[in-house]
């Protein structure tokens, strides 16, 4: 069969099969070319999830009459002046957008630049253009989507399911640009200028109003890349990543590495399943960045991609660690929303003095001396003696501490505490919980030398992968180098693992593949001391006396992530006591 060259109708239908997956597909190029175009207010309406209708209007610059021609012409674009690949600073820039989209559906383009004397409308199934009425930006109108490819219309989703994939993209654009006014089909509406921490609540719902965290930094004197934006408080989250929004240069991305330095930063604060939210904007040089992946624009592929990740992880790591630290903690005991007050802990941040703590201690060690060697009891199935508790027999008379004095114990599980005009309750498990953890992080990785090495084979464009991350896994540990192009060996490995060597290193390789790193070892290290903190802590069901309650919060005011334990659950809570006047009416 001789070689031909396919018409350009059916060279289109192709492009779009990548270009235009579904009508959410459609709002989001027609909306990129709107952002494009320096429009600050975009109108998007949709009938029938897009399958009957999509039209997005602006108030951008418009098009002359031989732009718009040229428009739905294959891979012609306005947005690469120096054909330089290397430095884009559009949403767009490939030419495929319009094109590909006219050749599936029933397309028309009305457009005025301000310059011209009348407006213009582009039948783009015809290529006729004809003088228009429109006398503002550029309107695009979608009809019939996929009528001319029915292999194609046949697996969009029931309307209902489509009209929510759009409504995503809409949020995503929107959360990229809050100097822009967003509003579809006149439900979802997002002003202009818009302030972040409101455009965020809109998008992700008024459960996150003041439990966001600021994200300010930049990398080392040169400022190669800046992070800004908020992520959640570790017990705010999500049963899916849904309410993760991350941008590239302000181009809303899917990015592997952003998604796992993201799950890096939560991982001793929150659950492996659960999900933390976040609108995060990483600014980078446009050179050290790729967005030519994919005709989607959703991927990006960095040049540094191990640099920025230890980027994102480091600044999210000290913005939990700083936070929970001196945050403003919301309580809702009471099932009344509207009494809630909030009181901010300023937490000395001293580093707590170092103890012993092995994996083979049968006693508990930690740095106060009244909870020094205090063993691990088991749960007491005896209710505790809580009553009055007079001045004289409380030694630590201090309420100014920022979790107060203890005053007395409920149910053997939670301490309470008198803090100025503060009532503080403390879950003495999760507090213990999250001091033993934090030690064990800084004290109890031992490094085993072995005396004959584990070999482990591999295949040989798997050993490449795990060894170009050897310095990494060497601070968790473990010591490998290479043993010929088909074998790794361990000289050195943390003391008591004895694992699958090859399935550890087999999913490494995978990661490292696809990622361009592996936060399997962290994670495995991750789960063995958090799993050894929450059996060697104080247990709910304990009696403690006042000295060790005292003790307790002392060491936990000083702890790094105090605010939670490392299951992401609250370790503390405050209630003003002016909330309990408001409840026996004494206001």
């Given amino acids: 069969m001789p070689i031909r060259v396919l018409p350009d109708f059916l060279v289109n239908q192709i492009a779009a099969g990548e270009v235009v997956e579904r009508p959410a597909s459609v709002v989001k190029e027609l909306v990129e070319n709107a952002l494009d175009a320096g429009a600050n207010q975009i109108v998007i309406d949709v009938i029938d999830g897009g399958r009957t209708q999509i039209s997005v209007i602006d108030n951008g610059c418009g098009m002359s009459r031989d732009d718009l021609g040229r428009s739905i012409t294959r891979h012609a674009t306005s ?85 929510m994939s759009v409504v995503d993209v809409v949020k995503r654009l929107a959360m990229s640009r809050t100097d822009v006014g967003f509003t579809l089909n006149n439900k979802w509406r997002f002003p202009q200028n818009q302030d972040m921490l409101e455009r965020i609540i809109a998008v992700m719902g008024d459960d996150v109003r003041g439990r966001m965290l600021a994200v300010d930094a930049r990398s080392g004197s040169d400022a190669s890349m800046e992070l800004h934006g908020f992520i959640s408080e570790p017990t705010l989250r999500r049963a899916s990543s849904i309410d993760q929004y991350l941008f590239v240069n302000g181009r809303p991305v899917k990015d592997k590495v952003l998604v796992g330095a993201l799950r890096a930063a939560y991982m001793d604060v ?37 640099h920025v990740r230890a980027f994102i992880i480091k600044v999210l790591r000290d913005v939990l660690a700083q936070t929970l630290n001196n945050r403003a903690v919301q309580d809702t005991v009471i099932s009344n929303p509207n009494i809630v007050r909030t009181q901010t802990l300023n937490f000395n941040m001293g580093t707590p003095q170092a103890g012993h703590m092995g994996p083979d201690s049968a006693f508990l060690f930690v740095a106060s001396p009244q909870l020094r060697a205090l063993p691990i009891m088991e749960k007491s199935d005896t209710k505790s003696d809580f009553g009055v508790i007079h001045e004289k027999d409380n030694v630590d008379n201090n309420v100014n501490n920022p979790l107060g004095r203890a005053i007395g114990q409920i149910g053997n599980k939670y301490i309470l505490a008198e803090s100025g005009e503060n009532l503080v309750i403390v879950d003495q498990h999760a507090a213990h919980e999250r001091i033993t953890y934090e030690h064990l992080r800084r004290h109890a990785i031992k490094v085993q030398p072995l005396l004959t090495p584990i070999i482990v084979h591999l295949r040989p464009e798997d050993v490449a992968a795990v060894l170009s991350i050897a310095d990494e896994m060497r601070a968790s540990g473990l010591h490998i180098d290479a043993f010929g192009d088909s074998d790794i060996a361990i000289f050195e490995k943390p003391a008591d693992w004895d694992l699958n060597w090859a399935d550890l290193f087999q999913s490494i390789a995978d990661e490292v593949r696809v990622y361009g790193h592996s936060a399997q070892l962290g994670e495995r290290l991750h789960l063995k001391l958090a799993n050894y903190a929450c059996h060697h802590s104080v247990r709910a069901g304990q009696k403690l006396d006042l000295s060790q309650m005292n003790a307790l919060l002392r060491d936990i005011e000083q702890t790094t992530r105090g605010g939670e334990c490392n299951h992401g659950r609250p370790v503390y809570k405050i209630i003003p006591i002016a909330d309990m006047d408001g409840w026996f009416e004494r206001c």
């Avoid at 004397?117 to 039948?123: A, I, R, Y």
């Avoid at 004809?130 to 996929?146: H, Y």
């Avoid at 976040?278 to 960095?302: G, M, Q, W």
Wanted: net charge negative; glycine share 6%; hydrophobic share 35%.
């Fill in 79 to 163: 947005k690469l002046p120096d054909d330089d690949l290397l430095n884009i600073n559009f949403m767009g820039f490939r030419g495929e957008a319009l094109p590909s989209i006219a050749s599936v559906s029933d397309m028309t383009i009305d457009t005025y630049n301000g310059v011209d004397e009348n407006g213009w409308q582009l039948d783009c199934t015809t290529g006729d253009v004809r003088p228009s009425g429109w006398d503002s930006g550029t309107r695009i109108r979608v009809a019939n989507l996929f009528s001319r490819t029915p292999a194609r219309l046949k697996f969009l989703r029931g309307d209902r399911a489509e009209m």
């Fill in 270 to 306: 929150m659950h492996a399943r659960e999900f933390p939210l976040c609108a995060l904007y990483l600014t980078i040089d446009p050179r050290r960045v790729d967005v030519n992946v994919s005709p989607a624009k959703t991927e990006v592929h960095f040049l540094e991609p191990s």
